[in-house]
């Protein structure tokens, strides 16, 4: 049983510190965090103008940084092998590369939103596995992103919060070129401990809602098969509900009716438009049951999911959908693949007593069909980004 551990807050600041001070030789003046991300329902549908329910994890990527008085930036990472070094003004699209892209893409967002950021030295530390569908992406994007509002002394209001957001997925899009849509950096910077955060990309808010875990578990299981949402699976889905979206001659598939998408020609885009219409009407009810305790009914919400991303969205993998039906068979409430797919992880719902029977069974399965062993996390819904000490 491989248990992918939080790690402590303490712990994985004072590891950036020691990476800068190893790497570059300089003493961190900040320390900026912020969470990785996992799903619990409301899958491609931000894009769509719809709804979704993010939780943010208790696993986070830790920003150590250091100003520089020569628009020098130099950037480094626990998890990536290749150094960047650059100049401050040179940051955008198709300057910084790489996993350098996402870190040096928001220090450009920033300076291009009107912040006057200096150079830096920066290294980066985290405890959020990389490419398994929870946002290691926009956790690293937030981290430096708190890690420059260290830096610039700047006071943490709301209006600052959705320049934070707005500037990390800017990064993502603009920079990195990865076509998502803007729950994880949300969730990154808005979320709250205790609760999910359900955010509505039609009219643009976001609201805590109350989880009635009591003796429940929520239990993700990584099957470690990398996605990449940068090589094309996830633009394709993108193009394709936009086209939904234009034959239909709504803005976006949140104002699209389940009859008028079951009249579409095209058969690919028809299945693709009723997956984001039948995904936007399962956030709400999921809401519900999760805030009522309703396990059967969460489990059958999780089940329409997860075939539905199965069958109509076509970004589920044989290992996704193994974990799925085992971890029902052995005990889940509900589970479903999350993220953005073709590869990545699924959420599960369940009993606390079961979790050990259910992570056993899951890398039984998984042993027996040859698939490589999993890693499992125990999600405590957690605090968005912030600074550390
Ligand atoms: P996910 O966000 O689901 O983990 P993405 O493909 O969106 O997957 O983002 C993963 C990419 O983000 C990595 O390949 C790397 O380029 C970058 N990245 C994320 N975390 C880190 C980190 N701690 N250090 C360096 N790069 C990172
Ligand atoms: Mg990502």
């Given at each position: 049983?491989v ?8 712990e994985?600041?004072?590891?950036a ?11 961190a ?16 549908t ?14 986070a ?6 100003p ?14 290749d150094?960047?070094t ?35 030295d ?29 830096i610039?002394?700047l ?22 070129d990865?076509?998502?849509g ?8 808005h ?22 875990l ?8 990584d ?12 633009g ?6 936009e ?15 389940l009859?008028?998408?079951e ?20 956030v709400?009810p999921a809401v ?10 969460l489990?059958?919400?999780?089940a329409?999911?997860?075939?539905s ?14 974990a ?5 068979a052995?005990?889940?409430d ?20 079961a979790?050990d029977?259910?992570?056993r ?7 027996a069909?040859?698939?490589?062993s999993?890693g499992h996390?125990?999600?405590e819904p957690?605090?968005?980004a912030?600074?550390?000490?």
């Amino acid at each position: 049983m491989v248990l992918l551990a939080p790690g402590s807050a303490a712990e994985l600041a004072e590891r950036a510190r020691a990476g800068l001070r190893d790497t570059f030789g300089s003493e961190a003046a900040v320390v900026g965090r912020a969470p990785g991300r996992v799903n619990l329902i409301g899958e491609h549908t931000d894009y769509n103008g719809g709804l979704v329910l993010p939780v943010a994890l208790p696993h986070a990527t830790y920003a150590a940084a250091a100003p520089r008085s020569d628009g020098v930036v130099r950037l480094a990472s626990a998890q990536e092998p290749d150094p960047f070094t650059g100049i401050v003004d040179h940051l955008g699209p198709g300057e910084a590369r790489g996993w350098s892209a996402y870190a040096g893409g928001v220090l450009w967002a920033l300076r291009e939103a009107g912040h006057d950021l200096p150079g830096l030295d920066l290294y980066v530390d985290s405890s959020v596995p990389l490419g398994a569908g929870l946002s290691s992406s926009a956790a690293i994007e937030c981290a430096v992103a708190m890690a420059a509002v260290g830096i610039l002394g700047l006071d943490l209001d709301d209006p600052l919060r959705a320049g934070l957001v707005a500037a990390c997925i800017r990064a993502e899009t603009e920079v990195a070129d990865a076509p998502t849509g803007g729950m994880d950096q949300t969730v990154a910077i808005h979320g709250q401990a205790g609760t999910a955060l359900l955010i509505d990309f039609g009219v643009g808010t976001h609201e805590p809602v109350a989880l009635a875990l009591r003796d429940r578990t929520i239990l993700v299981t990584d099957t470690r098969v990398k996605h990449a949402l940068t090589d094309g699976g996830y633009g394709a889905r993108r193009a394709d509900c936009e086209k939904a979206a234009a034959a239909l001659g709504v803005r976006t598939l949140r104002d699209a009716t389940l009859e008028a998408v079951e009249a579409l020609t095209d058969d690919v885009v028809r299945r693709r438009a009723r997956h984001i219409v039948t995904e936007i009407a399962r956030v709400r009810p999921a809401v519900d049951a999760l805030g009522a305790a309703d396990w059967p009914a969460l489990g059958e919400l999780f089940a329409a999911s997860h075939a539905s991303m199965r069958d109509d969205f076509e970004i589920s993998t044989p290992e996704l959908d193994l974990a799925v039906s085992t971890a029902v068979a052995s005990g889940a409430d509900a589970a479903r693949m999350t993220g953005g797919g073709f590869g990545g992880s699924i959420v599960a719902v369940l009993p606390t007593a079961a979790v050990d029977d259910v992570v056993r069974a899951i890398d039984h399965a998984f042993s027996a069909a040859g698939y490589r062993s999993p890693g499992h996390l125990l999600v405590e819904p957690s605090a968005g980004a912030s600074l550390v000490g």
